[in-house]
């Protein structure tokens, strides 16, 4: 402690040491912050002698107190410590004064360094510059490259997008188009497309495509109403379909099979009875069992394929199903359309006669097809690199050169597509001169399936009107100049079409017929509107409430001025029926017995139509229509179209093949037979052929007849079919399963029936018909007679011209109803010839003529023997009289007081027919020894017959022209 005192300068005692130990930490800290670097020298000398001190050891101190070895030990280092300074403390002043020296040093150092860094930082800038300079310039360089690439890629993305918006625009155009026509359009674009259609038979017109939809699309399996069979060579074109008849025997068994295995079915030929047994299949009526679909059919549950699929075919062409037919089913008129037809016959005509067009036609449709295919696929491919090009559109190398290839290759298509849609135009331009070839063929088969509606038998299918159209392609008359082939062609089709179905229907329909083939040629080439011919038919749509100033009929005044209402032409009328000038006009019209042969008032004889005319006639004197009506079609056709075409058995049998059946449809009276014999004599074929008459029990025999014709070339000839009711569907059935491959080529099959609505629709409408009844007129009667002689150079004696007439002449007595006879007989060609015989020998046999013996030979026997009524028979006895008798023999003896109708001379047959062509077609009832107040009751009933088969046939509303009148315009 002393030595402690000693350093801090103090007393050496002990209280002095207590004094500094009296605060512990105080103490302590005084000790650790002494101050040792100036320890002055004296008081380190005093120190050093309690060091020396031999008890003034650490570790002897240690013994007795640890704090005092602590304080030991620190005086000792603290004198050690300054000890060491004496010696350190020079070096440390050199050491400052070295460390002033290096701080000057480093201080200049730092300045120098700092300036080199400078320097360097310079440098550095600089060389970053330099390097930013050449980093720009490369880039720049980069850049100027780049841009000379992008203007080359600019250049070439606006010339190819300025050649796609073009193309975008148009279809951008279209678009719109089709989004305002979305909603008419949007159930043809849900369905199957059409083009496939079309090249499976489909006609390409509105309402085929319309029907295909329906049929494709409908819930309930498809009715198609089908009488020209468009939808059957359709439905046929579809791969494995199974093609049945309700007919055959198994056909169910077809069904199952195909409802297991998920096949398309056609039940074709269905008449207005479907078979029950298709009543689950129809509805539907399928359910689960095991987790599988199943339908019941008979007594059997079968596995049902959702892939099964039925339709139903019908020829009938104006079915009537009863309503539970219609729930089940979804019925579709299919019947071709004139525009749909129109087309078909173009392509027929075009192809025939200028192949090469067709040819053209067919390869460019499928060059533009490839074509429109290669440019819409370039068009998406360029949509889809632009919709996935980067935000610079720029660097999209591969949209760039698409796009340079895609102008070349839309200039090099679009070329191709302007040269083939030009040479498109030129060829339908050349087409469309062969369109009023395609026009009449159109109208003309409307016509003819218009005819059904007069009678059942009236049967006609498209494939017969299209294959005789065809022929006369061929087989008409040739010419270099077109105007003059179009006009041959015309002509052709139109008298031919006219033959071959008058060789099918009866007289009485002849004339209704060939009306409608001229109106509906007008109707198309718009020289007769849909309001004339309404007026025709049905009379006025209003009945004017006005006074009758004139002093004709008031209801012949009011359909006069009616007449006004439905043309310009007739404005004025209700002026010129009070003129002084134009009344003595009218009322010479009015009195005379033939308006026809009397003129207008000029303001109307210049300007109005051969129809208008004849609506004039028909309201002044209508019980002499039918005479109207024959000079009409006369002027607007020809005389051909007034007069029934001769028989001609050869010619039908012509046209027929070893599948197609000929048929006679009978009339009471008729008896084709002998024909038949006659021609199968002339034809060899006598011995081959074999008669036989169906009734009960016969259906069999026939059938096996029918086999062994087949086998053998033979011609099998099936009488009164309309006795058979109930082996019609098998006549039908031995038809459809027939092959013309299989079967001999001189087999035919030759029908008699009369008109039936058994007689199958099929059957009809692929045979031959034929009707064999004495035609319309004391003219076309004695034509018909001389024409069946067959012998051109053979002469024509007075007898045989006398009885031809007297035949005729009772023949058509029959017209005038019972002031001709009191019983309507049904004599035959066969009683003439039969009368013609015996004259011929009693002429060559006796030196004399036996005129009482031919008299009561023919009148009362051959003739007489169907006469029942008491008059009748001396009626004919007296007829007979008056044609044999002595003045016969004379030269242009007169057979009637007309002076018209004589015995002409001695001749050849075409000297007796030149005469007959000079007899008028409307017969005087004074021929037949009629009073002509007897014409006036048979005239207004064929004038009633012929309206009311118009207004049965034709629409309720008459179209003009091409337009035809849509049920919404009806309705509205």
Request: proline share 4%; glycine share 4%; charged share 25%.
């Amino acid at each position: 402690i002393s030595a402690v005192c000693v350093l801090f300068d103090t007393k050496e005692n002990w209280d002095e040491g207590k004094k500094l130990m009296n605060e512990p930490k105080k103490f302590l800290d005084s000790l650790v912050s002494y101050k040792k670097d100036n320890i002055p020298e004296k008081i380190l000398k005093k120190v050093k002698k309690y060091i020396k001190m031999e008890n003034f050891k650490p570790e002897i101190i240690a013994k007795k107190s640890k704090a005092g070895e602590s304080i030991c030990k620190w005086v000792i280092a603290i004198v050690n410590y300054s000890d060491v300074m004496k010696i350190i403390k020079p070096k440390q002043e050199s050491l400052k004064e070295a460390m002033v020296e290096l701080d000057k040093a480093k201080s200049e150092l730092a300045e120098k360094e700092a300036s080199l860094e400078k320097i360097r930082n310079e440098i550095a800038r600089l060389q970053a510059s330099y390097n930013a300079s050449l980093g720009m310039l490369e880039d720049l360089t980069k850049q100027k490259e780049l841009i000379e690439i992008q203007l080359i890629r600019a250049e070439k993305l606006l010339n190819g997008l300025e050649s796609e918006s073009k193309r975008w625009e148009k279809s951008v155009g279209e678009l719109n188009i089709d989004l305002h026509d979305l909603v008419g359009n949007i159930m043809v674009a849900a369905a199957c497309c059409q083009y496939e259609w079309n090249l499976k038979g489909l006609p390409a017109d509105k309402l085929s495509i319309e029907n295909g939809i329906y049929t494709t699309n409908a819930k309930r399996w498809p009715l198609l109403i089908d009488p020209q069979s468009q939808a059957n060579r359709w439905i046929k074109k579809n791969e494995g379909i199974k093609v049945v008849k309700q007919s055959q025997a198994k056909y169910l068994q077809t069904l199952e099979n195909a409802i297991r295995l998920g096949a398309h079915v056609l039940i074709e030929n269905a008449g207005e009875v479907l078979d029950p047994a298709l009543e689950p299949i129809l509805l539907k009526q399928t359910f689960k069992r095991g987790g599988q679909l199943v339908l019941k059919l008979g007594d059997t549950d079968i596995p049902y394929s959702q892939e099964f699929n039925l339709f139903i075919t019908t020829k009938l062409p104006n079915p009537h199903y009863l309503p539970e037919v219609c729930i089940k089913v979804t019925v579709i008129n299919f019947t071709v359309t004139p525009e749909g037809l129109e087309d078909q016959l173009l392509v027929a005509v075009v192809r025939y006669e200028r192949p090469d067009l067709e040819e053209q036609k067919d390869q460019l449709i499928t060059k533009s097809a490839e074509l429109k295919r290669q440019l819409k696929e370039t068009e998406d491919k360029i949509l889809k690199l632009v919709s996935e090009a980067d935000e610079d559109i720029l660097n999209d190398e591969e949209l760039i050169n698409t796009l340079e290839q895609s102008k070349e290759t839309s200039i090099m298509i679009n070329e191709r597509m302007r040269e083939a849609e030009q040479m498109t135009k030129e060829i339908n331009a050349s087409r469309e001169l062969y369109r009023t070839v395609a026009i009449r063929g159109s109208v003309l088969y409307f016509v003819i399936a218009n005819v059904a509606m007069m009678d059942f038998m009236y049967q006609y299918s498209l494939a017969f009107f299209t294959t005789l159209f065809n022929r006369r392609l061929k087989m008409s008359a040739k010419s270099d100049v077109l105007e003059e082939r179009l006009e041959i062609l015309i002509k052709d089709i139109t008298i031919q079409f006219y033959s071959n179905i008058c060789r099918g229907i009866f007289e009485k329909d002849k004339l209704t017929y060939s009306f409608m083939n001229a109106t509906s040629i007008l109707i198309r080439e718009n020289r007769i509107t849909a309001e004339e011919m309404n007026f025709f038919t049905r009379g006025p749509a209003t009945i004017p409430q006005v006074e009758n100033p004139t002093q004709f009929n008031t209801d012949v005044y009011i359909n006069l001025i009616s007449l006004e209402e439905i043309h310009a032409n007739f404005k004025g009328m209700k002026e010129s029926l009070v003129d002084a000038a134009d009344t003595v006009y009218w009322k010479d019209l009015m009195a005379s017995e033939d308006p026809s042969r009397l003129s207008l008032p000029s303001k109307y004889e210049d300007t109005l139509t051969e129809f208008q005319k004849l609506l004039i006639r028909k309201i002044i004197k209508d019980e002499n229509l039918m005479l109207y009506i024959k000079e009409f079609i006369k002027n607007e056709l020809s005389e051909e179209y007034i007069e029934s075409p001769p028989f001609n058995l050869a010619n039908a049998f012509i046209d027929s093949t070893n599948t197609s059946p000929l048929i006679f449809i009978l009339s009471p009276g008729a008896d084709p037979i002998p024909n038949l014999q006659n021609l199968a004599k002339t034809m060899n074929m006598e011995d081959k052929l074999k008669i036989l008459s169906l009734g009960q029990g016969q259906g069999a025999i026939a059938q096996k007849y029918i086999e062994a014709g087949k086998a053998n070339g033979e011609w099998i000839c099936l009488q009164n079919c309309h006795l058979s009711s109930s082996w019609m569907p098998e006549l039908e059935r031995i038809q459809e399963m027939q092959s013309e491959e299989t079967t001999n080529p001189d087999y035919r099959l030759w029908l008699t029936s009369m008109p039936t609505s058994v007689f199958p629709v099929p059957v009809l409408q692929s045979g031959i018909k034929m009707t064999n009844e004495p035609p319309k007129g004391l003219k076309a009667n004695l034509k018909r007679t001389f024409s069946e002689i067959n012998l051109l150079n053979m002469k024509i004696e007075q007898s045989k011209e006398s009885t031809a007439y007297f035949h005729a002449v009772i023949l058509e007595r029959r017209k005038f109803g019972a002031i001709g006879w009191n019983i309507p007989y049904e004599w035959m060609n066969s009683d003439f010839f039969m009368s013609q015989a015996q004259v011929k020998m009693f002429l060559d046999q006796q030196p004399d003529v036996p005129y009482t013996a031919l008299n009561y030979l023919v009148a009362e026997i051959n003739y007489g023997g169907r006469v029942t009524d008491d008059k009748d028979v001396e009626l004919i006895k007296s007829l007979l009289k008056r044609y044999f008798c002595p003045d016969i023999l004379r030269d242009e003896y007169k057979l009637s007081l007309l002076d018209l109708y004589y015995a002409p001379k001695e001749g050849t047959l075409q000297q007796t027919m030149d005469y007959i062509n000079t007899l008028p077609l409307e017969d005087d009832p004074e021929i037949f020894g009629l009073h002509p107040n007897a014409n006036i009751t048979f005239k207004k009933k064929t004038v009633g017959e012929f309206i009311e088969m118009l207004i049965m046939i034709q629409p309720r509303t008459v179209s003009s022209g091409a337009h035809v009148i849509t049920p919404e315009e009806i309705v509205s």
